[in-house]
């Protein structure tokens, strides 16, 4: 049952920001999830990014990255190479990770995967009836599913919003913030300071900076989000 | 932070075109290929979610001995915790299997995120090798199993037929190498030290002399030998020398260094230095001999080759014991104070010694196998069993001599209670190496081709190695193959030997849990699961209970089982993997569980141990007949674990050699003379034909290489050489074997120091808490140093196992793996000769920073910067 929707909202603001986040989100579940390629590269590189990112402020924040795309310019297949390298090295292994990329290692002292902290997080997934496309083999709290979740939420959100299903729309918003405030907020930025000291190739460097700032971004327009529509 | 409301709508943008937009920018992800993401949950996964935990047996499977009892609450596949043995309450007689730090530590193994997720490649192999200097400093690429697995097949088949099958070297020849033609190995005594020829032809067995565990309390005196089981036989070997302690037993420890279990049990320790037990033993002998203390009845009764008048046929009558020790005919009285100059102990203490064993009865004499762990041990062996029997403490309560008393017999002794039954999976044997790797094969047979390890990585490099009678024999190895087995290029002496090894190969594969030292260096690693992640199976540590462990957790990410592994590997060399892998993991567990078999309450014989109905077949879906037993199949397969319970005075109860000593006519030993033979000239000749040195058949004190003696320029004028120290080796509670040595929590307990003397420091103006650098004429690590007095002077002890981590510049191992400097100084049998060791110490001051290992992330982050 829907409430009734309020009359002053400004309904085109809330959809432009949800499209917005959803689209960033995505971007980054790509950059942090995935071997790269040039075509998200080419991704980060658009106008849109730039439009995306100027819409929170960010509009700077890709001048780190941009220089290191006109690097790759010149050669595109040698830089690619070493960015795969790294993000072998960041992501993969088989070496130590210098910054694992999971929540578990983040909020417990042991530093270790598949803890109670997962299933906490796994349970939110289920609230909203996903599981990793690996489940039970692959950690339920990597940045990139985390980072998908929160993508898919902001889908469902921008779906009620159409919908004029405000309830929903808020309680989604609120399921958002709560999630950023109970967990992506709590270890991101530590994974962030971890991943960007133990790098020294600009494209991870400059795109944990993104991350980082983005999610307390994100926070801050959900948060305004619930507040218009509470109005 | 800014309006962002406000930010959006004053920036006039147009909702519909701002959508339509996004939509496409979103499009250009392809987000339909990226691993990391989610998917919708199927009916099945959200109602099993979260579930109430339960408790499973977990395996504790490391080489350590203790094969503990380990529980693990699981969640909807996540262990919450962990805890030990609860399932009786605990007492002396019938104590619980506890766990102990690297047991408990499990779950942070399991659960590491440095465990290995997927195959990977090195960046600059290609088939025959590629850039092979790289491997160890390349990176990586990750690559799919069947690419992977195709790698491997190609390579392997390449090289058999360009160079046959003694091209390829394994330490474990799989089933599929085998089936291929098989492959060259490695064989040794590793953790036995020199005992196995010595017992073969001296007592007619392996690890014999020890009475039943409840008879240690009948003992009032215990010489423990160069054992340390508080550090390297957890569970509860400690526990029970404890119970002889408060039946009254006097404890006496011998050891260069007092160690915890000196500390905790001894009433004397007495110390000797590495290397140079057999001239201890040979003063105490000495002692025992000129007060006349020996037990001469016992000797002239069970033994041969004591004295010149009871010699085996056809010896030298000169060549007895006794006269060796008298000098009668080397002009050498083998006095304490000769020994003294060797060994290190006050004349006076081993007259003390010596005459505290020769007069207390019953007594327990035992020794692990440390001191047989040296260049010669076999000497040491036979000192050791030539003074124990001397005593006469055999065959009687109370009374043992007993040899290579280490791992899951520490403290134990007889036949196991209760065992598990075979898995009925066929091990198809190796067509070029059909012998034992461990402790090693029949030096007079010439149908086999392994190396010792002391030798292997010289033979990969060089293109020989030794063969027994055969002497030295031209190898061509092409590939090193490691699957299913730990860490052999850090668990073999001569590592930095090795490294050149690996990189002159054409190919070296690797499955391994973690990015060991083996792994580091290999062209492909394969990310193998853990026992937490197979279907299950079983543990026997002590000889009073066995394990049945189930799985924990599904397989980690890519992680495949070794099975399947050596399956697919098979198929692509165009064999039929099902012939060599017909049962299925379920199928050999249950026939496991169908053979326990568990000795008669009146101690006659076994009888079956579980009932298995029916249903329990149906239900299970595997094959099999209904049995009686003692324990239902299901209460069996929850409890996990099989303990018999003991009181003194059961029907369990064993007294070694009893027959024999009752009436050694009708039940001689499986010796040549069926007696004691503290002569063999079998010993001597079986010693000879391995190739490397001759051995006395009598104990003498013959030249250690890199023993006491060769710290020393001169010995006779007291002059040092360039490595004046002595080094030996230990099984550090961190570890077992190299297994756990990447867990924080017990790196942060159990430091990586070199332990060593506060005078041996001083003399090299090296404080507490600095960082050493130790060398050897092998190798050299740094690490921090641990003073105390606790060490004997002149002698250092460093952890066995730790994963090298050499720097490439220096090559200087920063992690403190003692096989750095433990050279390949192939002997006797094949014994690795862990123990005698010579080194150098200096303060290090060069610019290599060593932080404490359990903060090492750090570390290993800059140390791969750019390069991995």
Same mark, same amino acid.
């Given at each position: 049952?829907?409430?009734?929707?309020?009359?002053?909202?400004?309904?085109?603001?809330?959809?432009?920001?949800?499209?917005?986040?959803?689209?960033?989100?995505?971007?980054?579940?790509? #950059? $942090?999830?995935?071997?790269?390629?040039?075509?998200?590269?080419?991704? %980060?590189?658009? !106008? +849109?990014?730039? @439009?995306?990112?100027?819409?929170?402020?960010?509009?700077?924040?890709?001048?780190?990255?941009?220089?290191?795309?006109?690097?790759?310019?010149?050669?595109?297949?040698?830089?690619?190479?070493?960015?795969?390298?790294?993000?072998?090295?960041?992501?993969?292994?088989?070496?130590?990770?210098?910054?694992?990329?999971?929540?578990?290692?983040?909020?417990?002292?042991?530093?270790? #995967? $598949?803890?109670?902290?997962?299933?906490?997080?796994?349970?939110?997934? %289920?609230?909203? !009836? +996903?599981?990793? @496309?690996?489940?039970?083999?692959?950690?339920?709290?990597?940045?990139?599913?985390?980072?998908?979740?929160?993508?898919?939420?902001?889908?469902?959100?921008?779906?009620?919003?159409?919908?004029?299903?405000?309830?929903?729309?808020?309680?989604?918003?609120?399921?958002?913030?709560?999630?950023?405030?109970?967990?992506?907020?709590?270890?991101?930025?530590?994974?962030?300071?971890?991943?960007?000291?133990?790098?020294?190739?600009?494209?991870?460097?400059?795109?944990?900076?993104?991350?980082?700032?983005?999610?307390?971004?994100?926070?801050?327009?959900?948060?305004?989000?619930?507040?218009?529509?509470?109005? | 932070?800014?309006?962002?409301?406000?930010?959006?709508?004053?920036?006039?943008?147009?909702?519909?075109?701002?959508?339509?937009?996004?939509?496409?920018?979103?499009?250009?992800?392809?987000?339909?290929?990226?691993?990391?993401?989610?998917?919708?949950?199927?009916?099945?996964?959200?109602?099993?979610?979260?579930?109430?935990?339960?408790?499973?047996?977990?395996?504790?499977?490391?080489?350590?001995?203790?094969?503990?009892?380990?529980?693990?609450?699981?969640?909807?596949?996540?262990?919450?915790?962990?805890?030990?043995?609860?399932?009786?309450?605990?007492?002396?007689?019938?104590?619980?299997?506890?766990?102990?730090?690297?047991?408990?530590?499990?779950?942070?193994?399991?659960?590491?995120?440095?465990?290995?997720?997927?195959?990977?490649?090195?960046?600059?192999?290609?088939?025959?090798?590629?850039?092979?200097?790289?491997?160890?400093?390349?990176?990586?690429?990750?690559?799919?199993?069947?690419?992977?697995?195709?790698?491997?097949?190609?390579?392997?088949?390449?090289?058999?037929?360009?160079?046959?099958?003694?091209?390829?070297?394994?330490?474990?020849?799989?089933?599929?190498?085998?089936?291929?033609?098989?492959?060259?190995?490695?064989?040794?005594?590793?953790?036995?030290?020199?005992?196995?020829?010595?017992?073969?032809?001296?007592?007619?067995?392996?690890?014999?002399?020890?009475?039943?565990?409840?008879?240690?309390?009948?003992?009032?005196?215990?010489?423990?030998?160069?054992?340390?089981?508080?550090?390297?036989?957890?569970?509860?070997?400690?526990?029970?020398?404890?119970?002889?302690?408060?039946?009254?037993?006097?404890?006496?420890?011998?050891?260069?260094?007092?160690?915890?279990?000196?500390?905790?049990?001894?009433?004397?320790?007495?110390?000797?230095?590495?290397?140079?037990?057999?001239?201890?033993?040979?003063?105490?002998?000495?002692?025992?001999?000129?007060?006349?203390?020996?037990?001469?009845?016992?000797?002239?009764?069970?033994?041969?080759?004591?004295?010149?008048?009871?010699?085996?046929?056809?010896?030298?009558?000169?060549?007895?014991?006794?006269?060796?020790?008298?000098?009668?005919?080397?002009?050498?009285?083998?006095?304490?104070?000769?020994?003294?100059?060797?060994?290190?102990?006050?004349?006076?203490?081993?007259?003390?010694?010596?005459?505290?064993?020769?007069?207390?009865?019953?007594?327990?004499?035992?020794?692990?196998?440390?001191?047989?762990?040296?260049?010669?041990?076999?000497?040491?062996?036979?000192?050791?069993?030539?003074?124990?029997?001397?005593?006469?403490?055999?065959?009687?309560?109370?009374?043992?001599?007993?040899?290579?008393?280490?791992?899951?017999?520490?403290?134990?002794?007889?036949?196991?209670?209760?065992?598990?039954?075979?898995?009925?999976?066929?091990?198809?044997?190796?067509?070029?190496?059909?012998?034992?790797?461990?402790?090693?094969?029949?030096?007079?047979?010439?149908?086999?081709?392994?190396?010792?390890?002391?030798?292997?990585?010289?033979?990969?490099?060089?293109?020989?190695?030794?063969?027994?009678?055969?002497?030295?024999?031209?190898?061509?190895?092409?590939?090193?193959?490691?699957?299913?087995?730990?860490?052999?290029?850090?668990?073999?002496?001569?590592?930095?030997?090795?490294?050149?090894?690996?990189?002159?190969?054409?190919?070296?594969?690797?499955?391994?849990?973690?990015?060991?030292?083996?792994?580091?260096?290999?062209?492909?690693?394969?990310?193998?699961?853990?026992?937490?992640?197979?279907?299950?199976?079983?543990?026997?540590?002590?000889?009073?209970?066995?394990?049945?462990?189930?799985?924990?957790?599904?397989?980690?990410?890519?992680?495949?089982?070794?099975?399947?592994?050596?399956?697919?590997?098979?198929?692509?060399?165009?064999?039929?993997?099902?012939?060599?892998?017909?049962?299925?993991?379920?199928?050999?567990?249950?026939?496991?569980?169908?053979?326990?078999?568990?000795?008669?309450?009146?101690?006659?014989?076994?009888?079956?141990?579980?009932?298995?109905?029916?249903?329990?077949?149906?239900?299970?879906?595997?094959?099999?007949?209904?049995?009686?037993?003692?324990?239902?199949?299901?209460?069996?397969?929850?409890?996990?674990?099989?303990?018999?319970?003991?009181?003194?005075?059961?029907?369990?109860?064993?007294?070694?050699?009893?027959?024999?000593?009752?009436?050694?006519?009708?039940?001689?030993?499986?010796?040549?003379?069926?007696?004691?033979?503290?002569?063999?000239?079998?010993?001597?000749?079986?010693?000879?034909?391995?190739?490397?040195?001759?051995?006395?058949?009598?104990?003498?004190?013959?030249?250690?290489?890199?023993?006491?003696?060769?710290?020393?320029?001169?010995?006779?004028?007291?002059?040092?050489?360039?490595?004046?120290?002595?080094?030996?080796?230990?099984?550090?509670?961190?570890?077992?074997?190299?297994?756990?040595?990447?867990?924080?929590?017990?790196?942060?307990?159990?430091?990586?120091?070199?332990?060593?003397?506060?005078?041996?420091?001083?003399?090299?103006?090296?404080?507490?808490?600095?960082?050493?650098?130790?060398?050897?004429?092998?190798?050299?690590?740094?690490?921090?140093?641990?003073?105390?007095?606790?060490?004997?002077?002149?002698?250092?002890?460093?952890?066995?196992?730790?994963?090298?981590?050499?720097?490439?510049?220096?090559?200087?191992?920063?992690?403190?793996?003692?096989?750095?400097?433990?050279?390949?100084?192939?002997?006797?049998?094949?014994?690795?000769?862990?123990?005698?060791?010579?080194?150098?110490?200096?303060?290090?001051?060069?610019?290599?920073?060593?932080?404490?290992?359990?903060?090492?992330?750090?570390?290993?982050?800059?140390?791969?910067?750019?390069?991995?």
């Amino acid at each position: 049952m829907s409430k009734i929707m309020p009359k002053n909202v400004r309904y085109d603001s809330i959809a432009i920001l949800l499209a917005n986040r959803k689209y960033l989100y995505h971007l980054l579940q790509k #950059i $942090f999830g995935d071997e790269p390629t040039l075509e998200t590269l080419n991704s %980060l590189n658009s !106008d +849109f990014t730039q @439009t995306s990112l100027a819409l929170l402020s960010m509009e700077d924040k890709l001048s780190g990255i941009k220089s290191f795309l006109s690097k790759l310019e010149q050669d595109r297949e040698k830089e690619l190479d070493k960015l795969c390298s790294e993000y072998t090295r960041l992501f993969l292994g088989p070496a130590k990770l210098p910054a694992p990329p999971w929540e578990s290692v983040y909020v417990n002292k042991e530093r270790l #995967i $598949f803890q109670e902290s997962t299933l906490k997080v796994r349970e939110w997934y %289920l609230k909203y !009836d +996903f599981v990793p @496309t690996n489940y039970r083999t692959e950690a339920d709290d990597h940045i990139a599913l985390e980072l998908d979740f929160m993508a898919n939420l902001a889908d469902f959100a921008e779906n009620s919003l159409e919908n004029n299903q405000i309830d929903s729309l808020i309680k989604i918003l609120n399921d958002q913030k709560s999630f950023l405030e109970k967990h992506m907020l709590n270890w991101v930025p530590q994974y962030v300071a971890d991943l960007q000291a133990s790098t020294t190739h600009p494209f991870y460097f400059e795109a944990a900076g993104i991350l980082n700032l983005f999610l307390k971004v994100d926070h801050a327009v959900v948060t305004e989000i619930i507040r218009e529509l509470n109005i | 932070m800014a309006d962002f409301m406000d930010k959006v709508t004053n920036s006039k943008l147009s909702r519909r075109t701002f959508l339509k937009a996004s939509a496409a920018a979103a499009a250009s992800l392809s987000l339909t290929g990226c691993a990391n993401s989610l998917t919708i949950a199927s009916a099945e996964q959200v109602s099993k979610a979260n579930k109430e935990g339960k408790w499973i047996t977990a395996a504790c499977w490391h080489n350590c001995g203790g094969r503990c009892l380990n529980k693990a609450l699981v969640v909807d596949g996540v262990v919450i915790r962990q805890k030990t043995d609860d399932t009786h309450p605990d007492s002396p007689d019938f104590p619980q299997q506890r766990a102990c730090a690297r047991g408990r530590s499990q779950r942070t193994q399991v659960f590491a995120p440095d465990r290995l997720k997927y195959p990977m490649k090195r960046k600059n192999w290609e088939p025959g090798g590629g850039q092979r200097e790289l491997r160890g400093r390349d990176e990586w690429v990750r690559i799919s199993w069947d690419e992977a697995l195709d790698h491997v097949a190609a390579e392997i088949k390449r090289i058999k037929e360009s160079y046959g099958n003694k091209a390829l070297l394994a330490k474990k020849a799989t089933n599929a190498l085998n089936a291929y033609g098989g492959a060259m190995t490695m064989w040794g005594c590793t953790s036995d030290g020199a005992w196995p020829k010595p017992q073969q032809f001296m007592n007619g067995s392996r690890s014999r002399g020890s009475n039943d565990r409840l008879d240690l309390r009948n003992s009032k005196l215990v010489v423990l030998w160069g054992a340390n089981p508080v550090w390297s036989s957890a569970g509860n070997p400690t526990y029970n020398f404890l119970q002889a302690k408060k039946a009254g037993a006097k404890f006496i420890v011998v050891d260069p260094f007092y160690s915890d279990t000196a500390q905790l049990l001894a009433d004397e320790w007495i110390p000797v230095r590495p290397g140079t037990d057999t001239a201890l033993l040979l003063g105490m002998a000495y002692y025992m001999i000129s007060n006349n203390l020996h037990d001469q009845e016992f000797l002239d009764k069970y033994c041969i080759g004591f004295d010149a008048e009871h010699m085996p046929e056809g010896a030298d009558p000169k060549e007895n014991f006794k006269d060796y020790v008298l000098g009668t005919y080397d002009g050498v009285p083998k006095t304490p104070e000769w020994a003294s100059k060797h060994c290190g102990t006050d004349p006076a203490v081993i007259k003390r010694f010596a005459h505290e064993i020769a007069v207390t009865k019953p007594m327990t004499f035992s020794s692990s196998s440390a001191a047989a762990r040296t260049y010669l041990g076999e000497q040491f062996c036979q000192a050791f069993l030539t003074v124990g029997w001397m005593t006469g403490n055999v065959g009687k309560a109370g009374a043992m001599i007993c040899s290579n008393n280490r791992h899951n017999t520490q403290s134990y002794g007889g036949p196991a209670l209760v065992r598990a039954g075979r898995t009925g999976a066929p091990s198809i044997p190796n067509p070029l190496y059909s012998e034992p790797t461990f402790p090693g094969p029949d030096p007079f047979k010439t149908d086999w081709h392994g190396i010792v390890w002391d030798e292997v990585w010289d033979a990969v490099v060089t293109g020989e190695y030794t063969a027994g009678i055969r002497g030295k024999q031209p190898c061509d190895i092409r590939a090193i193959l490691n699957f299913g087995v730990g860490n052999p290029l850090n668990q073999a002496t001569n590592f930095m030997r090795g490294v050149e090894a690996f990189r002159k190969v054409e190919f070296v594969v690797t499955a391994a849990h973690f990015l060991t030292a083996t792994a580091n260096y290999s062209d492909i690693v394969l990310p193998a699961t853990t026992e937490w992640e197979k279907f299950g199976g079983f543990l026997s540590g002590n000889p009073e209970m066995i394990i049945h462990y189930s799985q924990i957790t599904e397989p980690l990410y890519e992680a495949k089982d070794d099975d399947w592994i050596d399956m697919e590997i098979a198929k692509r060399l165009g064999l039929d993997p099902k012939e060599l892998y017909p049962l299925s993991p379920k199928q050999q567990v249950f026939n496991q569980i169908a053979g326990c078999t568990v000795i008669k309450e009146d101690g006659s014989d076994y009888e079956p141990l579980v009932t298995i109905t029916e249903q329990d077949i149906a239900e299970f879906g595997v094959e099999g007949t209904p049995q009686q037993g003692r324990i239902s199949f299901k209460e069996f397969r929850e409890r996990g674990i099989y303990q018999v319970p003991r009181s003194p005075g059961d029907n369990y109860g064993y007294i070694d050699y009893k027959d024999f000593i009752e009436d050694p006519e009708n039940n001689p030993l499986d010796t040549e003379s069926g007696k004691f033979q503290i002569h063999s000239q079998a010993l001597a000749d079986t010693i000879k034909a391995y190739g490397w040195n001759t051995l006395a058949p009598i104990a003498k004190y013959q030249h250690v290489r890199e023993g006491y003696e060769d710290t020393f320029a001169d010995f006779e004028k007291q002059i040092k050489s360039d490595y004046p120290l002595q080094l030996f080796t230990i099984h550090y509670a961190r570890r077992s074997h190299s297994t756990l040595d990447n867990i924080p929590w017990l790196r942060e307990a159990f430091a990586q120091s070199v332990i060593m003397n506060p005078a041996d420091a001083e003399a090299r103006g090296i404080k507490k808490g600095d960082i050493i650098k130790v060398s050897s004429r092998h190798g050299t690590v740094i690490r921090p140093v641990y003073l105390t007095e606790r060490m004997m002077p002149g002698v250092l002890t460093l952890g066995e196992g730790a994963w090298a981590d050499i720097d490439e510049e220096t090559g200087i191992d920063k992690a403190g793996c003692t096989n750095v400097l433990n050279g390949g100084l192939a002997n006797g049998q094949g014994v690795q000769a862990y123990n005698t060791c010579n080194v150098q110490v200096e303060k290090y001051s060069g610019p290599l920073q060593l932080l404490p290992d359990y903060l090492w992330p750090l570390r290993i982050v800059e140390a791969q910067r750019g390069t991995k």
